[in-house]
């Protein structure tokens, strides 16, 4: 699994050993994170390797499945590296392809709603093209993940390889990383501090907030699945970045006010998952309420931040 060290990837290790699995997972910690995987160097069913994915390389032995988590999600990252986003989803992709295809393994992608761009169609279903501009601040995360879907879809198609393709929506929980400037960790490290809630635009822009655990069992399952074209996973429920603003303060308990500011470029306006597909095919669907997992995901930075503290 490349990305292993990710927010995403780490759970995936978690739930891939606790189904019986035996991981080899690989991260060069562009921007993962090695307490991630703290908990597994000890696990026999786990095995790590420091490798950049965008260079070729080779895995001895049997392998069933590769899964290619490995990227720079946020945008505070894939902006000061783009091309490294590019490389990872053009070079990295086309690598991890030809391990699949040397083994006769399955491999499963995890590409993004961001392949919707600002979308005109709402909710977003898979069959929509997108709205996206491929040349503008966001496109090397964008089109890198475009770029990789027709990638995977090419090998399928010329080689037989069998391919999965998870479109993942917004995505929150424990490991994420606190300063990656994605909405869910900035706003909780804010209300953390009881400083001012920065929310880019109105607020009247949406969002749709998964749960890592229902993500990773959507993963799991579409893994498994003989579906070939792409499966949005992500929680149905959209509310205004504003709405959840208010929730991070309620659930903290933060008196601080909210500070607008302008809107990124491209940024999208509304962002909600039509997941009949995955409800048909996977027979998935997202379970964690968002107060749950905000709790969980709050007392996890607060947790952080106190070994932290400890440490200085």
């Known amino acids: 699994m490349s990305g292993a060290a990710g927010f995403i990837g780490s759970h995936f290790c978690d739930r891939l050993i606790a189904e019986g699995h035996h991981v080899i997972g690989l991260d060069n910690f562009i921007t993962g994170a090695r307490r991630n995987l703290a908990h597994l ?14 260079r070729p390389f080779d895995i001895e032995g ?6 290619h988590l490995a990227s720079l999600a946020s945008p505070k990252d894939y902006l000061s590296h783009p091309i490294e986003t590019l490389d990872s989803g053009s070079a990295g992709t086309r690598n991890l ?3 699949a295809r040397a083994h006769q393994a399955r491999f499963l992608f995890t590409s993004t709603s961001e392949c919707y761009g600002d979308p005109q169609v709402h909710p977003q279903v898979e069959t929509y093209w997108g709205n996206v501009n491929p040349i503008g601040l966001r496109s090397c ?3 890198s993940k475009r770029y990789a879907e027709a990638l995977t879809m090419a090998y399928h198609r010329v080689h037989g390889i069998r391919t999965n393709i998870a479109r993942i929506f917004n995505t929150y929980g424990p490991r994420m990383q606190l300063d990656d400037g994605r909405v869910v960790p900035a706003f909780i490290d804010q209300a953390l501090r009881g400083e001012r809630l920065t929310v880019f635009g109105d607020g009247t822009q949406t969002r749709s907030f998964c749960y890592v655990s229902d993500l990773v069992d959507g993963l799991y399952r579409l893994m498994h699945s003989d579906e070939r074209l792409p499966v ?5 429920r959209e509310m205004t970045i504003l709405e959840f603003a208010e929730s991070i303060q309620e659930i903290v308990g933060s008196q601080a ?3 607008f500011k302008a809107l990124p470029e491209d940024d999208p306006r509304q962002r909600q998952p039509d997941i009949g597909k995955a409800k048909r095919i996977l027979g998935w669907e997202p379970r964690v309420p968002l107060e749950d997992g905000l709790r969980e995901t ?15």
């Not at 160097?41 to 965008?54: G, H, I, Q």
Request: aromatic share 10%.
């Open 41 to 54: 160097e000890r696990n026999a069913a786990f095995e790590f390797r420091d490798v950049d994915v965008c």
């Open 62 to 67: 049997p392998v069933d499945v590769v899964l």
């Open 97 to 99: 392809l030809e391990i």
């Open 141 to 143: 995360y964008d089109e």
């Open 232 to 236: 949005n996973l992500g929680n149905p």
């Open 257 to 259: 006010e909210i500070e």
């Open 298 to 312: 709050i007392a996890y930075f607060q947790n952080l931040n106190s070994a932290k503290l400890v440490r200085g």
